[in-house]
């Protein structure tokens, strides 16, 4: 009898420790990010806060690039999403999207700029050295963060490569393990993809925030 009540206990709290999974992981439902992805854990950082959200209600896109709307957004919402009066600055920015707040925040504080044209670009996408150059002037200027640390950039084969006005920003997050090299390269002018701002951000977020 002792053991019967034993294991009803048992298998009582085996189900209420399954019911509790499903909520518990909900940021790793993308079917497109497996928990063995190298990004895995950063995915379910920014999607459990808020940060970052999926393409669609069952994918991540983790390989697709990360445009300037995505990413002032993402550092919108890290910021609380304060109140900001829409502007017109930019032409291609009108009132109402949903990066239209994100856009007239961001440029405020100086973290973006936009195109000699008058425009944003909210759908180009983002490289890695504008992505270290977002995050550097976010962490400096808008939160007045200690952005010192820097890393050599000499053992890598592409450092030339690094446009003059990232080198500060890219020696920075190599330093802080934001911006990650790929087989020996910095690959400054190629597309950040998703899984690598979540990275980049989920880092950002514990190091700093």
Same mark, same amino acid.
């Given at each position: 009898m002792k053991f019967m009540k034993r294991l009803s206990l048992f298998l009582l709290v085996v189900a209420l420790l399954?019911?509790?999974?499903? =909520? &518990?992981?909900?940021?790793?439902?993308?079917?497109?990010?497996? =928990?063995?992805?190298?990004? $895995?854990? &950063?995915?379910s950082y920014v999607q459990e806060r808020g940060l970052m959200s999926g393409t669609s209600a069952t994918h991540f896109s983790p390989n697709e690039?990360? /445009?300037?709307?995505?990413?002032?957004?993402?550092?919108?919402?890290?910021?609380?999403?304060? =109140?900001?009066?829409?502007?017109?600055?930019? $032409?291609? *920015?009108?009132s109402g999207r949903w990066y239209s707040k994100a856009v007239e925040w961001a440029a405020a504080q100086g973290i973006v700029g936009g195109y !000699?044209?008058?425009?944003?670009?909210?759908?180009?996408s983002v490289t890695r050295e504008q992505l270290a150059?977002?995050?550097?002037?976010y962490a400096g200027k808008t939160k007045g963060f200690d952005v010192s640390a820097s890393a050599s950039?000499?053992?890598? /084969?592409? =450092?030339?490569? *690094? !446009? &003059?006005?990232?080198? $500060?920003?890219?020696?920075?997050?190599?330093?802080?393990n934001l911006l990650l090299p790929t087989s020996g390269k910095l690959n400054a002018g190629a597309d950040a993809t998703?899984?690598?701002? &979540?990275?980049?951000?989920?880092?950002?977020?514990?190091?700093?925030v």
């Open positions: 399954v019911t509790m999974i499903p =909520s &518990a992981f909900a940021a790793n439902s993308f079917t497109d990010v497996r =928990s063995t992805d190298w990004f $895995s854990d &950063a995915v690039p990360t /445009t300037r709307a995505m990413l002032v957004t993402i550092l919108y919402r890290i910021e609380g999403e304060p =109140s900001v009066s829409y502007s017109g600055k930019f $032409s291609d *920015v009108p !000699s044209n008058g425009k944003f670009g909210p759908e180009d150059a977002i995050l550097y002037r950039l000499s053992g890598y /084969t592409d =450092s030339a490569k *690094v !446009s &003059a006005y990232a080198q $500060s920003a890219v020696k920075w997050a190599i330093a802080t998703r899984a690598e701002v &979540a990275v980049a951000v989920a880092r950002f977020h514990q190091q700093f």
